[in-house]
T-cell receptor
Framework: AQSVTQLDSHVSVSEGTPVLLRCNYSSSYSPSLFWYVQHPNKGLQLLLKYTSAATLVKGINGFEAEFKKSETSFHLTKPSAHMSDAAEYFCVVARRGSYIPTFGRGTSLIVHP | GAGVSQSPSNKVTEKGKDVELRCDPISGHTALYWYRQSLGQGLEFLIYFQGNSAPDKSGLPSDRFSAERTGGSVSTLTIQRTQQEDSAVYLC?????????????FGPGTRLLVL
């Protein structure tokens, strides 16, 4: 069985300050982990993906995430928020060999000028 | 190249009517997923198609929901006798290969409102 918990439903930051979106997962097997972003009235877009290579994964738009097996976490960070980062972010866990990923409930990132 | 497209983008219907939602996946992608996204919720898996294999329908919430994929490409999700609780955004995604560890490419969704 696998599950994913996004610890914050909303995160509010000021433009230019760091972003931290938290994700914890549970998986019986070595997982693949994803972060997707959804801008208003758009589909989801892949930000980054972990598949057991480097534990620090760099994605698009300056985002990165670190896989920490001991903490079962895959938090998403960005050093400096931009207004265009305001969106919904989804953490996703997938077990290799399965074909149905598990999505978190999403974190809404609000960026204030 | 073209991404995943969905139509219509918005659909308003009356309770009890049937609706059809269409998804055109990326050419060459063998896997296709339908998800439902309700307000404030994550994505709820509905159905998965892989090539010519029998689909995994385990996520369909009731027998009012059905889907087909013709010729391994275009897919249609049909909701019969719509109810107000069916109101949601229906998202389609495709991936090049089978497996949940593959990157999924999402369409913009169909926003369904049942009055």
């Amino acid at each position: 069985a696998q599950s994913v918990t996004q610890l914050d439903s909303h995160v509010s930051v000021s433009e230019g300050t760091p972003v931290l979106l938290r994700c914890n997962y549970s998986s019986s097997y070595s997982p693949s982990l994803f972060w997707y972003v959804q801008h208003p009235n758009k589909g989801l877009q892949l930000l980054l993906k972990y598949t057991s290579a480097a534990t620090l994964v760099k994605g698009i738009n300056g985002f990165e995430a670190e896989f920490k097996k001991s903490e079962t976490s895959f938090h998403l960070t960005k050093p400096s928020a931009h207004m265009s980062d305001a969106a919904e972010y989804f953490c996703v866990v997938a077990r290799r060999g399965s074909y149905i990923p598990t999505f978190g409930r999403g974190t809404s990132l609000i960026v204030h000028p | 190249g073209a991404g995943v497209s969905q139509s219509p983008s918005n659909k308003v219907t009356e309770k009890g009517k049937d609706v059809e939602l269409r998804c055109d996946p990326i050419s060459g992608h063998t896997a296709l997923y339908w998800y439902r996204q309700s307000l404030g919720q994550g994505l709820e898996f509905l159905i998965y198609f892989q090539g010519n294999s029998a689909p995994d329908k385990s996520g369909l919430p009731s027998d009012r929901f059905s889907a087909e994929r013709t010729g391994g490409s275009v897919s249609t999700l049909t909701i019969q006798r719509t109810q107000q609780e069916d109101s949601a955004v229906y998202l389609c995604a495709s991936s090049f290969q089978r497996g949940a560890a593959e990157t999924q490419y999402f369409g913009p969704g169909t926003r369904l409102l049942v009055l």
